[in-house]
T-cell receptor, first 112, second 115 residues
Framework: DAKTTQPNSMESNEEEPVHLPCNHSTISGTDYIHWYRQLPSQGPEYVIHGLTSNVNNRMASLAIAEDRKSSTLILHRATLRDAAVYYCILRDEYFNFNKFYFGSGTKLNVKP | DTGVSQDPRHKITKRGQNVTFRCDPISEHNRLYWYRQTLGQGPEFLTYFQNEAQLEKSRLLSDRFSAERPKGSFSTLEIQRTEQGDSAMYLC?????????????FGPGTRLLVL
């Protein structure tokens, strides 16, 4: 499975936008980009996923570079409840249904 | 929809003892996954089931580990002869495969401490 690279930690102020980057230079054509986050003392939860086009949902936006070698998760207005570890995961939806490979993720700290 | 539940939430045991964890997936989810997570790391895949069939096991899953999913509903993960290195959070996730899309829903985890 293709690997992802994320910064270990980031900090944001409350009610400001946050851009969480992810590099995946070895992404294959059938890899979907998934983002999950893990709040303290909880299991991971789904945030968003996409293949080529930018995606929006109620939680966040996903901006995917034209060459798909990087992506950015955008939280439009960070709240204290968004403090979590954010994981960027590549998953081959066509040939490798089963596994998600989580890296170490980015720990987001939100300051009031 | 009550989400994925895991029991117990915490377990402390002595080295050499056997432990068993239970996971109840979201009803009608046909896939169930087990992961292990150590401090500061992301979850690591252990094994997964499609209905009652165990389709893949990670090399992390030594012969002391066994997982079952009888009748394709709840699942159990047993660790025999526990070692201190088994101390970790054990996460369960379930999903329903629709076409080529799959979202995993995670439980709160069982935190194991082996003394």
């Amino acid at each position: 499975d293709a690997k992802t690279t994320q910064p270990n930690s980031m900090e944001s102020n409350e009610e400001e936008p946050v851009h969480l980057p992810c590099n995946h230079s070895t992404i294959s054509g059938t890899d979907y980009i998934h983002w999950y986050r893990q709040l303290p003392s909880q299991g991971p939860e789904y945030v968003i996923h996409g293949l080529t086009s930018n995606v929006n949902n109620r939680m966040a936006s996903l901006a995917i570079a034209e060459d798909r070698k990087s992506s950015t998760l955008i939280l439009h207005r960070a709240t204290l409840r968004d403090a979590a570890v954010y994981y960027c995961i590549l998953r081959d939806e066509y040939f490798n249904f089963n596994k998600f490979y989580f890296g170490s993720g980015t720990k987001l700290n939100v300051k009031p | 929809d009550t989400g994925v539940s895991q029991d117990p939430r915490h377990k402390i045991t002595k080295r050499g003892q056997n432990v068993t964890f239970r996971c109840d997936p979201i009803s009608e989810h046909n896939r169930l996954y087990w992961y292990r997570q150590t401090l500061g790391q992301g979850p690591e895949f252990l094994t997964y089931f499609q209905n009652e069939a165990q389709l893949e096991k990670s090399r992390l899953l030594s012969d002391r580990f066994s997982a079952e999913r009888p009748k394709g509903s709840f699942s159990t993960l047993e660790i025999q002869r526990t070692e201190q290195g088994d101390s970790a959070m054990y996460l369960c996730a379930s999903s329903y495969l629709a076409g080529d899309q799959e979202t995993q829903y995670f439980g709160p985890g069982t935190r194991l401490l082996v003394l």
